[in-house]
């Protein structure tokens, strides 16, 4: 968190007042600027000792408190059998909330500044380790918060200047120490301890070394030593016991060489170990109280730099990942119930489990020598070997034949469980976990498959998998004397877990943070505000300089600002040059939003439910499309589904598609006709690229030129120099001499070319202005014809797909979209091909981690004398603090560590400058009152009140929405699995009632708080709903976290909780659970419970103003009515849930009853009106060759492959020709009501038949048939 005024000013200059005199001289040396502010500060207190009292004493009190607790405490645990153990464990608590609390003042500049120095003079580092506390073994957290302490305290970086040091200039600091140590000892004591002077720094740091060093010294020796270095003055020593040997031990922390802790991540394995899944240090346990402090780095408000900003993120997200792999390896060891034989050390698997598998075996075949400056191997490779054999369901088995590159394995052993150990790697009987990485799968015909092509199928069960181990891991248990045989010996690993593929790219996500670390490239204008630090709007474009290439938008309309369009043609020639109009009108606050995107900088846009994020995001992308036409913008978003939903729309507006391109798997679930991955923009413009030099062949011919020039791209860039361009001089010399029309129009070199043209070209031209329009219309097309030549001729030079790809997204795509993961995936490939982006826009961005949101940042690298903030000019982050956070499955790492903190919510926090959405056009009005009060000025767009749908009752509700009161109870069949049987049947019955009366179930969602929930309405669902066709396919069953930023008609909501609130109390979760539906809201749960919840009362008030029991008009029963939506129904019914069972039963008898029979007599209505168009067909013999004729011989009906139709077959039906097929007469689906057709023998051509549906009583969705 930031720094509150009441701590800063507390660690404020004031505390040097209590510094020892020496240390307060070495300070004022280093930094001269302070003797001002200390000669100040020491002549007020002389005038007023009471000036500046609480400042001065605050520190200095509660850290004198602090050492007395210590000494009490080590008191308390020389005599533990005389005390009661819980109040040695509050003492030892208590010890470690204060060096917390110290390590959070460390951890930001502003304290840390003045904070640090009076530590370090105070020795509490040294202190603390010194104490019985720090050797007992009831002291484990009190040491894991000593060294988190003593990380803050040596972290890299000036603490007046904020400056982060380097690996260099900590080396200096280090020597320089050590050698003004050795001067002063060989300058004093050069005859008692005459080796010191050419000792090695190492033994400087070692407190026995040191102490057997000086040994001939007498204490005074020491002290005087001490006194003359400025780390102990005589008054401090004396007050201490044992004071030799803490003086010693002072000297020895002072020469101790501290590694910059973001170089050793580099020998940091990836992949968890069982040391760490089960160490409860590292990962704390579910249920976390908040008693005892954790020695765990926190995210903050404020990061001391760049380097500290990283490194948390990187211990916090590697923890987190080795939490969702311990709950992996747990609950497939509680499926697959392993029992182990001592006698031959074999697991014998008694269930099966979809992801995990028997480990055949597995071999070593190759270790790659260390890299140069390395000492680990730079590349360990094995081969595990399993079999498919007992895999009984194909879904499954499909997927363990998916396995690709990339794709994640762990490898575990296992040995007896001992199920009353205290020890919980013990009662699973976990031996060994390793982690690694797939390249491809072997089977036993040698076919090899790594994901890549879906066509390559491997035989037979044997699967041989070569893998890639973390080499940090491997060196260390090679070297290891338990561990040296791990992977010799047989048996030593039991089963391999597969990964899901979404939850396998945390290995590349740690990579690219390592990378980020090694080498931080964050732009200029971005580090303070990134970091918490200086003024808020310092990113904002208000402070920033505009950069040379920023137009002026001061002297344009409002509306060609915001609504920012291609330049017209003057004369549209085709109908590719018309220009398609804005389809959505902006609000003020979406104006605004739009404007100020357009500006260099940060800006941040908060978008409430139901704002038109989305579409403010597609106009900002197409304004800059639009303004820059040299520069690259790269959209981000959280999810797949939202980044499709932006390209689409993206696609939709004045955009070129050859400068469009989709990253990611994603992409094969956009819902277009064209295909926007990577391979499908290079087959387009090489397929454009045919039809350019199509168009240029047609232009040679169209002056008498050989179209041998429109071969390649780059002869036809030489025939645009040497014929067109001269022509064209040629015609404007003439144009500019004669002044006759009509003389002028017939010497116009490129007539021909322009045959095609909407208008015929020279239709109404009469002056010399109108023909100088038009020819330089024409100009410009052609210009731009060979300006695409030119962007093709690239693909020429370029012999495979994969560099014609990575041209395209380097050089030529404009705007490049993709997932926050794929960026952090593929940042090594960006950098390695220097690809360079100018905008980003990032949508989802209150859902994204922090560290998530900073890596499409650093996608680009700059040469060394090259600032990479010239390159990227402006960033834009939209999203909705008020929303659900980024998701973190363990609750200690959302809770106390605060994990699921994205930058969004944290700017917003800073004060950084936002523009808010303030009108909302997704939901009724009384819909969107049930969140308003989160949003300061929400208010309705135009359409809310004036578009029908939003002012008609919903059919067969009397309400828009109700909180439905279900007396049921929950249960937990499994951890965290919550259900409630009798609010799920309730909800169920709802959603019946709503199909029987002709809802939709496309418009339908069902909602619940717990995947539990969801799990039993979806089997209620296929016990309650069978497959009727009246009922259909069954609704989307989802949880209210996955459904953020989705929307529909309807949605049922199950609360499940009937004890405790549970996860609704979150008022971001409450937000989201109230803003899905557009129409119509039912909740369902216990309304005791939640209306006395303190967080959801504004909420709940507005919820209860309407009846706890479902109210239905039951006259509405054909999903239709006039009346308004706050008028009351003619016949009302009020349902406790067993009564609404009882309607929906009776309802069901009658509807589907009625339906079987309607379908019936549609499907025999349907066959004799077959049979009647095919006897018409008949005596017609209708065929379609030149033109229609009828009533010829020898012409035969068939089913062809392009329909249903009648052709002549000179040999027989089965040996038509393809052209034959072609001209087949193509009947009408036989599903279709058909208009009788008139048949004349004599007409040139027929009149098909209409496919016109008459049938207006069918109530069931077009989805669900």
Not at 66 to 93: E, Q
Not at 508 to 534: F, Q, S
Not at 681 to 698: C, F, H
Request: hydrophobic residues 35%; charged residues 25%; aromatic residues 8%.
């Amino acid at each position: 968190m930031s720094c509150e005024p009441f701590f800063l000013k507390r660690v404020s200059y004031q505390l040097f007042h209590r510094l020892s005199p020496r240390r307060k001289l070495l300070e004022i040396a280093l930094f001269p600027k302070l003797k001002r502010s200390l000669t100040k500060l020491e002549n007020q207190i002389q005038k007023d000792p009471s000036a500046y009292f609480a400042e001065r004493t605050f520190i200095p009190n509660i850290l004198s408190s602090f050492l007395l607790t210590l000494a009490k405490t080590d008191s308390l645990l020389s005599h533990p059998r005389d005390v009661d153990a819980k109040m040695i464990i509050d003492y030892i608590i208590l010890c470690c909330r204060f060096l917390e609390f110290l390590i959070d003042l460390l951890s930001q500049l502003p304290t840390r500044r003045f904070l640090h120095s009076y530590l370090e003079d105070k020795h509490l580092l040294t202190h603390c380790k010194r104490t019985a506390l720090f050797q007992n073994d009831a002291g484990k957290l009190f040491r894991d918060m000593v060294t988190l302490f003593q990380s803050a305290m040596v972290f890299p970086i000036d603490n007046q200047q904020g400056v982060s040091l380097t690996n260099a200039e900590m080396e200096s600091r280090h020597c320089a120490k050590v050698t003004t140590f050795q001067r002063v000892v060989y300058k004093r004591f050069r005859e008692k301890v005459p080796d010191v002077a050419m000792v090695a720094s190492s033994v400087l740091s070692d407190a026995k070394k040191l102490a057997g060093l000086l040994k001939p010294l007498t204490d005074a020796d020491i002290l005087d030593l001490c006194d003359d270095l400025c780390i102990c003055d005589r008054v401090t020593a004396e007050h201490t016991d044992n004071a030799r040997q803490f003086m010693i031990s002072l000297l020895a922390e002072r020469h101790t060489r501290h590694v910059v802790d973001h170089s050793e991540i580099n020998g940091v394995g990836l992949y968890p170990d069982e040391d760490v899944l089960w160490n409860p240090s590292i990962i704390p346990p579910d249920k976390y109280t908040g008693r005892t402090p954790l020695a765990l780095p926190k995210q903050g408000m404020q990061y001391l730099s760049i380097q500290d900003y990283l490194l948390r993120n990187f211990m916090l997200l590697q923890y987190e990942t080795s939490y969702s792999i311990k709950l992996d390896i747990e609950d497939s060891i509680r499926k697959m119930n392993p029992i182990y034989d001592p006698s031959t050390q074999n697991v014998t698997f008694m269930r099966p489990h979809r992801r995990t598998l028997p480990l055949a075996g597995l071999e070593i075949i190759k270790v790659a020598p260390p890299q140069l400056g390395f000492t680990r191997p730079a590349d360990v490779r094995a081969e595990i070997r399993y079999d498919l054999r007992n895999i009984q369901h194909d879904n499954v088995r499909r997927e363990w034949e998916s396995i690709g590159q990339h794709d994640i394995f762990i490898l575990v052993g296992l040995t007896e469980r001992v199920s009353d150990s205290d020890d919980v790697r013990s009662q699973y009987g976990v031996t060994y976990v390793r982690g690694c990485e797939v390249i491809d799968i072997h089977d036993n015909d040698g076919n090899v498959s790594n994901g890549a092509d879906p066509t390559i199928e491997l035989r037979g069960t044997s699967r041989r998998a070569r893998v890639r181990l973390d080499p940090v891991i491997y060196q260390r248990d090679v070297l290891s004397p338990e561990t040296s045989e791990l992977y010799s010996t047989p048996g030593s690993f039991s089963f391999i877990l597969r990964r899901r593929p979404e939850a396998s790219n945390f290995k590349a996500i740690l990579e690219t943070i390592r990378d980020c670390l090694n080498k931080p490239d964050v732009p200029t204008w971005m580090n303070d505000i990134l970091l918490g630090y200086g003024s808020a709007d310092s990113a904002h474009y208000t402070s920033l300089e505009d950069s040379d290439d920023e137009e002026d938008d001061t002297t344009k309309e409002d509306y060609d600002v915001v609504y920012r369009q291609p330049k017209p043609k003057t004369v549209q020639l085709y109908q590719s040059d018309v220009i398609k109009p804005p389809k959505v009108v902006f609000s003020e606050s979406q104006s605004e939003a739009i404007r100020i995107a357009n500006h260099p900088g940060l800006s941040l846009v908060v978008g409430p439910p139901g704002t038109g994020k989305t579409d403010v995001a597609v106009q900002i992308i197409n304004n800059l499309y639009q303004k820059y036409p040299n520069q690259k913008t790269l959209v981000i978003t959280h999810s797949n589904a939202a980044l499709n939903d932006i390209f689409l729309k993206t696609a939709d507006m004045n955009i070129d598609p050859r400068h469009l391109l989709r990253l990611g798997s994603g992409v094969k679930h956009l819902e277009s006709d064209d295909d926007f991955s990577k391979a499908g923009r290079v087959e387009y413009i090489l397929q454009r690229r045919l039809d350019l030099l199509d168009l240029v062949a047609k232009l040679c011919r169209s002056i008498g030129v050989d179209t041998g020039f429109a071969h390649t791209c780059e002869a036809s860039l030489h025939f645009y120099t040497q014929h067109v361009i001269p022509r064209w001089e040629a015609f404007q010399k003439l144009l500019s001499e004669n002044k006759d029309v009509d003389s002028v129009k017939g010497k116009y070199p490129f007539m021909a070319f322009f045959d095609d043209t909407v208008v015929p070209i020279f239709h109404d031209v009469s002056t010399p202005d109108q023909l100088t329009q038009l020819t330089s219309a024409c100009w410009e097309h052609i210009q731009s014809t060979f300006d695409e030549v030119d962007d093709c001729r690239s693909f020429e030079l370029f012999r495979t797909a994969g560099d014609r790809g990575n041209y395209l997204l380097t050089k030529q795509a404009r705007i490049v979209a993709m997932t926050c993961t794929h960026a952090a995936l593929k940042r090594r490939d960006f950098i390695r091909l220097g690809f360079q982006y100018d905008t980003i826009i990032m949508e989802e961005s209150a859902q994204i981690l922090d560290i998530e949101t900073l890596i499409p940042m650093m996608l680009q690298e700059a040469p060394n004398d090259v600032d990479t903030s010239k390159r990227l000019k402006r960033i834009v982050l939209i999203g909705d603090h008020n929303q659900l956070p980024p998701i973190v499955q363990n609750p200690t790492f959302q809770k106390y560590c605060h994990l699921d903190q994205s930058m969004f919510s944290r700017f917003i926090r800073l004060g950084v400058p936002s523009v808010s959405l303030t009108a909302q056009g997704r939901m009724r009005s009384e819909l969107a009152d049930l969140f308003r009060w989160r949003y300061s000025g929400l208010t309705d767009m135009p359409h809310v009140k004036t578009n029908p749908e939003f002012l008609l009752a919903n059919p067969g509700f009397t309400h828009t929405y109700q909180f439905v009161h279900v007396e049921g109870n929950e249960y937990e069949p499994q951890p965290h699995f919550f259900q409630n049987l009798k609010e799920a049947e309730t909800l169920v019955r709802t959603y019946m009632y709503m199909r029987l009366i002709g809802y939709a179930s496309s418009r339908i969602t069902i909602l619940t708080t717990y995947n539990g929930q969801r799990h039993l309405i979806k089997d209620i669902l296929d016990r309650m709903c069978p497959l009727h066709s009246y009922y259909g396919k069954h609704p989307k069953v989802t949880t209210v976290d996955k459904y953020q930023g989705q929307q529909n008609d309807f949605v049922l909501l199950s609360l499940v909780r009937t004890e405790r609130a549970g996860h609704i109390w979150d008022t971001r979760r409450l937000v989201v659970a109230l803003s899905r539906a557009r129409l119509g809201l039912y909740i369902f749960g216990k309304t005791d419970l939640f209306s006395e919840v303190w967080e959801l009362k504004p909420a709940m008030k507005v919820l209860l103003s309407r009846p706890t029991k479902l109210s239905l008009c039951t006259d509405e029963v054909k999903n239709t009515t006039t009346r308004k939506h706050d008028e009351a129904g003619t016949e009302q019914l009020t349902l406790e849930p067993e009564s609404l069972e009882e309607l929906v039963e009776k309802m069901a008898s009658i509807v589907i009853t009625a339906a079987d029979k309607a379908e019936s007599e549609a499907r025999i209505k349907q066959i004799q009106e077959a049979e009647e168009r095919l006897k018409a067909r008949k005596e017609a013999n209708y065929i379609y060759s030149d033109k229609w004729v009828g009533k010829k011989e020898g012409w035969f009906f068939g089913n062809g492959e392009f329909g249903i139709g009648y052709y002549k077959d000179p040999v027989a039906p089965m040996h038509v020709s393809e052209d034959v097929k072609r001209k087949m007469y193509i009947l009408p689906p036989m599903d279709k009501r058909q208009k009788t057709e008139e048949v004349a023998a004599t007409a040139d051509k027929p009149t098909p038949e209409s496919d016109d549906d008459d049938d207006d009583d069918d109530d069931d969705d077009e989805d669900d048939a």
